[in-house]
C-alpha cells in the first residue's frame, strides 16, 4: 500500500516509508499560503482515498487531526485556540474551530509518522467521537 500526503493544492507526495513522511510533513507545513501565513490542509492516504486530515498551522502550534474512516477527531490540549487554514484554491480560507485544534504541531507530525509505519490510525493520541459544538 503506497501512502500519499497531498498538500493544500492536491498536490500528491509518495511517502515511501516513515522517515520520508516526516521529512515531508516538516517541509510542508512551512509553505506560505496566499493569505501569508502556513496555515493549510493535508491529507495523508492512498491514491484514492485519504484517511488522516490535518488543518495545520504552525504560528499557532496547534492541528485539528481527524480520522476519516470512522469520523473521529484527536484530543490532547484544551479547545482554547481556533486556527485559520488555506484548505484548498478552491474553498481558500477556513477557519478550524478551537474544540477541534486540540493537538500541537509535534502531535500531528508524530500521528502521520504513525499511520505511515503501520497503516493504521495512529495510536499516540486520544481519539474522540462526538461531534464538538460548533
Do not use: K
Not at 520520508?20 to 492512498?46: K, N, Y
Not at 486530515?53 to 484527536?74: E, G, K, Q, S, V
Not at 485544534?101 to 502521520?112: D, L
Amino acid at each position: 500500500m503506497t501512502l500519499l500526503l497531498r498538500d493544500y493544492h492536491g498536490h500528491p507526495y509518495e511517502l515511501t516509508n516513515a522517515e520520508e513522511a516526516g521529512r515531508r510533513f516538516d517541509e510542508l507545513i512551512e509553505s506560505i499560503m496566499p493569505h501569508g501565513g502556513c496555515g493549510q490542509t493535508l491529507t495523508v492516504g492512498t491514491l484514492d482515498q485519504p484517511a488522516l486530515r490535518i488543518d495545520i498551522d504552525i504560528d499557532a502550534d496547534r492541528a485539528a487531526l481527524r480520522w476519516l474512516p470512522d469520523n473521529t477527531y484527536a484530543a490532547d490540549l484544551d479547545p482554547d485556540t481556533r486556527i485559520t487554514v488555506y484548505e484548498s484554491p478552491d474553498t481558500g480560507l477556513l477557519e478550524i474551530p478551537a474544540d477541534l485544534a486540540r493537538v500541537s504541531v509535534a502531535t500531528a507530525r508524530v500521528a502521520v509518522v504513525d499511520y505511515v509505519a503501520t497503516g493504521q490510525r495512529p495510536a499516540n493520541v486520544d481519539w474522540r467521537h462526538e461531534t464538538p459544538p460548533a
